[in-house]
């Protein structure tokens, strides 16, 4: 809080290259960071910042990652945990692109249906779990095979 305007300032320092993520939905920020591979680990520095003031979502999370640029792969995890993320790009302390993430259309062997009586469940079958996209808000999935439905809750639980 700057005492001097009563305004609030939030201080985190720019990253030199990288990657922003922004616009994630409050209390997420966790989960996002273990779905990149938990770059801290491997020396990157990351800077979290949870549950600030957002005009668009009311609260949000952002995490900048220095020196990561995420996959595809990542990108499309990112988009089922954090639907309405966006993505900067940062190199030499400038955004040089911008992308918003949205979530696939079919999503291929990543999630695991719930239905104990899928085909997809079964140890014997060679079949890939087939989720169709049914809802961006609130985020469902369907299964392609049993028509079970998949919510937000169940698919970020599951993407890792």
């Not at 990149?36 to 020396?43: A, F, R, S």
């Not at 520095?45 to 979502?57: D, E, F, P, T, W």
């Not at 640029?69 to 940062?90: G, Y």
């Not at 955004?95 to 291929?108: F, H, I, Y």
């Amino acid at each position: 809080m700057d005492s001097h305007t009563g305004s609030e300032t939030m201080i985190v320092q720019r990253i030199a290259n990288g990657t922003v993520i922004d616009h994630i939905p409050s209390g997420k920020a966790l989960a996002v960071l273990k779905l990149l591979g938990d770059p801290h680990v491997k020396g990157f520095r990351v800077a979290l910042v949870m549950n600030v003031s957002s005009k668009k979502m009311g609260k949000k999370d952002i995490v900048k990652v220095e020196g990561v640029e995420l996959s595809d792969e990542q990108v499309q995890r990112l988009a089922l945990v954090a639907p309405q993320a966006t993505l900067n790009f940062v190199r030499s302390y400038q955004v040089v692109a911008k992308r918003n993430v949205s979530p696939p259309s079919v999503v291929v062997g990543l999630l695991k249906c719930v239905n104990p009586t899928c085909i997809t469940v079964k140890q014997r079958e060679p079949v890939y779990s087939t989720f169709l996209l049914s809802s961006q808000a609130p985020l469902t999935y369907v299964c392609r095979y049993c028509g079970r439905e998949l919510g937000e809750y169940e698919i970020s639980s599951q993407v890792q």
